[in-house]
């Protein structure tokens, strides 16, 4: 079945550091891939997304690219902020014997230090 | 504004009972969801549904069923549950292609004593 891989449980970083998480993906198809954020007590909302029609995805300074080639879709930022301090989760939705099955990796906790 | 609501936001059932966790969305999308979070686990995928009257199995349905009466509602129902079912439930909504995101609800914690 589809699977979704993040290897940093957490990323610790300060003020104005680059982002960089590690996603990578394994499924039989070309699926849709996302990136979600988590708030405490809240649920997760979508940061961004990419279909095969299009390789990369960028939303409030975050970006991402889809690699067909490496099943990869890593997140980056160039500079982060004391804001951005929440889980991330990769994801796909793969459209598998008519249903769309969405599935989700560990999730990445990043930590920013003012 | 279209919306995934959840109900109750919190829950505390005896080992044993039965609960029904609630799931209302607005958005008019197809398929629903549900997953259990846990540290370490992520967001993993218990039951979902492609349209009303349709339930599937998702990677850990074991001790939950699933309902999904008409388009809006989608519930999720443990029989006899569990202290390992103690853990935060989302509902989500969507559908594939074009501008359609997948929406969360806020969740609902749930703790089996």
């Known amino acids: 079945g589809d699977s979704v891989t993040q290897k940093q449980g957490q990323v610790t970083l300060s003020e104005d550091d680059f982002l960089f998480i590690n996603c990578t993906y394994s499924t039989t198809t070309y699926p849709t891939l996302f990136w979600y954020v988590q708030y405490p007590g809240q649920g997760p909302q979508l940061l961004l997304k990419v279909t095969t029609a299009n390789n990369k995805g960028i939303s409030r300074g975050f970006e991402a690219t889809y690699d067909k080639g490496t099943t990869s879709f890593h997140l980056q930022k160039a500079s982060v902020q004391e804001s951005d301090s929440a889980v991330y989760f990769c994801?796909?939705?793969?459209?598998?014997?008519?249903?769309?099955?969405?599935?989700f990796g560990k999730g990445t906790q990043l930590i920013i230090q003012p | 504004e279209a919306a995934v609501t959840q109900s109750p936001r919190n829950k505390v059932a005896v080992t044993g009972g039965k609960v029904t966790l609630s799931c209302n969305q607005t958005?008019?999308?197809?398929?629903m969801y549900w997953y259990r979070q846990d540290t370490g686990h992520g967001l993993r995928l218990i039951h979902y549904?492609?349209?009303?009257?349709?339930?599937e199995k998702g990677d850990i349905p074991d001790g939950y069923k699933a309902s999904r009466p008409s388009q809006e509602n989608f519930s999720l129902i443990l029989e006899l549950a569990t202290p390992s079912q103690t853990s935060v439930y989302f509902c989500?909504?969507?559908?594939?292609?074009?501008?359609?995101?997948?929406?969360f609800g806020s969740g609902t914690r749930l703790l089996v004593i």
């Open positions: 989500a909504s969507g559908d594939w292609g074009g501008d359609s995101d997948y929406t």
């Open positions: 994801a796909l939705v793969d459209r598998a014997g008519g249903a769309d099955r969405l599935t």
């Open positions: 958005n008019n999308h197809n398929n």
């Open positions: 549904s492609y349209g009303a009257g349709s339930t």
